[in-house]
Nanobody, 120 residues
Framework: QVQLVESGGGSVQPGGSLRLSCAASGIAFSINTMGWYRQNPGKQRELVAAITSGGSTNYADSVKGRFTISRDNAKNTVYLQMNSLKPEDTAVYIC??????????????WGQGTQVTVSS
């Protein structure tokens, strides 16, 4: 019922920046934590950054100091500002949201993913 649509991916040189956006639409009681995962072919999906509805954030050690996650609750949108990009950041970045029902149960919703390629 909830659709997540990412945008902002692309190709950039090392040291460059990208800003990813993920907009949630559809029917939901509320949206709790939103976050960004990344995945390469044949590799495990890993959490990059997450942010709660209250604004608390968590980052993977590999991106601390370079990436910043934020959200606009009025727009149901989460952002990932990616600075000082490295080749090892290359991956498909996938938006995730925990959708809370009226009963308090949570359902994980995933976007389609957006490719980020960092190379010279």
């Amino acid at each position: 019922q909830v659709q997540l649509v990412e945008s902002g991916g692309g190709s950039v040189q090392p040291g460059g920046s990208l800003r990813l956006s993920c907009a949630a639409s559809g029917i939901a009681f509320s949206i709790n934590t939103m976050g960004w995962y990344r995945q390469n072919p044949g590799k495990q999906r890993e959490l990059v950054a997450a942010i709660t509805s209250g604004g608390s954030t968590n980052y993977a050690d590999s991106v601390k100091g370079r990436f910043t996650i934020s959200r606009d609750n009025a727009k149901n949108t989460v952002y990932l500002q990616m600075n000082s990009l490295k080749p090892e950041d290359t991956a498909v970045y996938i938006c995730n949201a925990l959708i809370v029902s009226v009963l308090g149960t949570m359902t994980s919703s995933w976007g389609q993913g957006t490719q980020v390629t960092v190379s010279s």
